[in-house]
């Protein structure tokens, strides 16, 4: 099983932007579709954006379409989110996840669970 390891989560102003890293080890990253999810205080883990085997496809949720930016560079073994434009609304505990089998939005889906990593938009 792939082991994921977040980093790049901090404090930024509204407006800001800030660039998430997801690092695999044990398993290459490209068997594997990964995805990003986020978890706000006391809400539900959300499903924010993912990314294909290839990279080939990519997609959001709807809050955060044209603002964040899932991306893969499978030779270093890592995965991107990209976070533009940020409001205190995003604030949250942000996960990297790992499935095997299917590109969908249910964490249920996921294998692989990286530990977490807290980002925090002032206003």
């Known amino acids: 099983q792939v082991q994921l390891v977040e980093s790049g989560g901090g404090l930024v102003q509204s407006g800001g932007s800030l660039r998430l890293s997801c690092a695999a080890s044990?398993?290459?990253?490209?068997?594997?579709?990964i995805s990003w999810f986020r978890q706000p205080p006391g809400k539900e883990r959300e499903f924010v954006g993912g990314?294909?085997?290839?990279?080939?496809?990519?997609r959001y949720a709807d809050s955060v379409k044209g603002r964040f930016t899932v991306s893969r560079d499978n030779a270093k073994n890592s995965v991107y989110l990209q976070m533009n434009s940020l409001k205190p609304e995003d604030t949250a505990v942000y996960y990297c996840?790992?499935?095997?089998?299917?590109?969908?939005?249910?964490?249920?889906?996921?294998?692989?669970w990286g530990q977490g990593t807290q980002v925090t938009v002032s206003s």
């Open positions: 996840a790992a499935a095997f089998y299917y590109f969908n939005s249910d964490p249920a889906s996921y294998n692989s």
């Open positions: 044990g398993r290459t990253i490209s068997s594997y579709v």
């Open positions: 990314i294909s085997r290839s990279g080939g496809t990519t």
